[in-house]
């Protein structure tokens, strides 16, 4: 048997690390690189049981000598510049049908781009996103995968070796070429916005409309853990709320500064829905929301220029679950709604039944109800939104009432619940056949000569109104 190694990998940090374990633990022979080469040692000397699988190298030269032919190099640094540098750094080195994955959290567009220069030199690439955080990447990360389909045929087996199982299923997938597995990674954490915004919305309304304490909130939390919302979210949720800071013996909730770092995922999943046409509100809320967080001084002026409010009218905790499952329903309905769009507009594979699946496991927004929205895609509900799929409609007719009481509680007595109004009002948009946007069309129409359609010639566009100018004239 050959002593090169099946696969290499470059940056021990956090995900590294724990993806070459998970490599090395899946069988595989892994050569791994780290720009300090310090680091690479120190991870070598800890693998443990798993150092004799596991080839530490100080150059990139001894990195590529590693490699069975073709040689495949799977790159875990910081997207934006480093990926490109070290994209750069290596291509000298590496032969035709040789192979690079960046699996990082590189922009779609880079991924793209990068797919397109390095075929064009006979190097295969996989813009590969990555979910799990740590956890994942040591034992089972959600993995999704974009590029040359040729590169994905190759590095197949060892990514589905690695990658979290739901049931026997592999949460691993190959959606089409240039950047789309980062997209569908983009789109994802885009959701994850949505998702823990909502969660914190909840959190906010039991916190300070309700006047709990973060045990109660966290024993709630749990509790809905187990139903309709389990997920992994919820789950550490409940975790994170039990918690009490050894420092100040407080819950450490409560010691924790209220201002939410990101790293531009969600923001980029926004910027492309709007460029695309395919806006997703509930993520949009989630981002300002975010980007609000960090206003601290403003807020705090706010508060003390404003500090009316009302008490929370009743809420039970059936309607606050009602409310978060409605919303969560909503969010992935407009996340799915945006992966549709951009599958048919860039070209890409992409059966949104197994994005779904591929979710199931291993990713942050891993939940039970990703299994029965995956079934429910399958059905093909992908041309329309999946709140339209029969599962998802029956579920929203049950819940959305609690979730427009638990709104409207909020909104009474001033507490933000951004991400769940937005979802309730694109929902409410959607069920309105005939809208407000003739108003739209008689006011573009009356200032720009803008032209309209009358409902009783349908198709006939460039009508005008008969508008009398304030000056009299017609
Ligand atoms: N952390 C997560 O939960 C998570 C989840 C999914 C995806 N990701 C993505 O995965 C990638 C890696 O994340 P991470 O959390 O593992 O980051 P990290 O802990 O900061 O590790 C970054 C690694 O990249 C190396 N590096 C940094 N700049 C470099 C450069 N210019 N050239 C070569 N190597 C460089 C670092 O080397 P030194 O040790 O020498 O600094 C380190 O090994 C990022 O794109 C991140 O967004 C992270």
């Given at each position: 048997m050959s002593d090169q190694a099946a696969i290499g990998l470059i940056g021990l940090g956090t995900m590294g690390a724990n993806l070459a374990l998970n490599i090395a633990e899946a069988g595989h022979r892994i050569a791994v690189h780290n720009r300090s080469p310090d680091k690479t040692r120190a991870f070598h000397e800890q693998a443990g049981a798993l150092r004799d699988r596991i080839v530490p190298t100080e150059t990139l030269e001894d990195l590529v000598d590693a490699l069975a032919s073709p040689r495949t190099i799977l790159m875990m640094v910081p997207a934006g510049a480093p990926v490109a540098d070290q994209i750069d750094a290596l291509v000298p080195l590496l032969a035709e049908g040789d192979i690079l994955i960046d699996g990082g959290n590189s922009d779609w567009t880079d991924s793209r781009d990068r797919a397109t220069a390095l075929g064009d030199r006979g190097i295969g690439f996989l813009g590969l996103g990555v979910s799990g955080g740590a956890e994942g990447a040591r034992h089972g990360p959600s993995l999704m995968a974009g590029g040359h389909e040729a590169a994905w045929a190759a590095a197949e087996t060892v990514l589905t070796s690695i990658a979290a199982r739901f049931g026997d299923v592999p949460c691993a997938a190959y959606f089409g070429d240039g950047g789309a597995g980062h997209y569908v990674k983009t789109v994802h954490n885009g959701i994850e916005y949505a998702d823990m915004q909502m969660i914190a919305e909840i959190y906010g309304l039991m916190r300070d409309?309700?006047?709990?304490?973060a045990a109660d909130i966290s024993a709630v939390f749990d509790r809905w853990n187990g139903a309709a919302l389990e997920s992994y979210l919820v789950e550490i949720a409940a975790e994170v709320a039990a918690v009490i800071d050894?420092?100040?013996?407080?819950?450490?909730l409560d010691v924790i500064a209220d201002r939410a770092g990101q790293k531009g995922t969600g923001r980029w999943t926004v910027m492309d829905a709007q460029r695309r046409a395919a806006p997703l509100p509930a993520v949009e809320a989630a981002v300002t929301a975010r980007v609000l967080s960090g206003e601290a001084a403003l807020r705090a002026e706010g508060e003390h220029l404003f500090p009316e409010s009302d008490a929370l009218p009743p809420l039970t905790d059936a309607e606050l679950e009602g409310a978060l499952i409605a919303g969560k329903i909503l969010a992935y309905s407009q996340g799915f709604t945006l992966l549709s769009v951009a599958r048919g507009e860039e070209g890409w594979i992409m059966p949104l039944d197994t994005v779904a699946r591929t979710w199931r496991?291993?990713?942050?927004?891993?939940?039970?109800?990703l299994d029965d929205m995956a079934t429910a895609l399958e059905e093909g509900t992908c041309a329309r939104?999946?709140?339209?799929a029969p599962t998802f409609a029956e579920r929203l007719r049950a819940h959305v009432p609690a979730l427009r009481r638990v709104v409207a509680a909020a909104v009474a007595a001033g507490l933000p619940v951004p991400a769940l109004s937005a979802a309730l009002q694109h929902f409410d948009q959607l069920r309105?056949?005939?809208?407000?946007a003739n108003m739209i069309q008689a006011l573009r129409d009356r200032f720009g000569a803008h032209g309209f359609e009358r409902t009783d010639r349908?198709?006939?566009?460039g009508q005008h109104g008969p508008w009398v100018a304030t000056d009299g004239s017609a």
């Open positions: 409309g309700q006047g709990r304490t050894p420092a100040t013996g407080r819950p450490i496991a291993g990713c942050i927004i891993r939940s039970a109800m939104p999946l709140a339209f309105q056949s005939r809208g407000t349908p198709g006939e566009g």
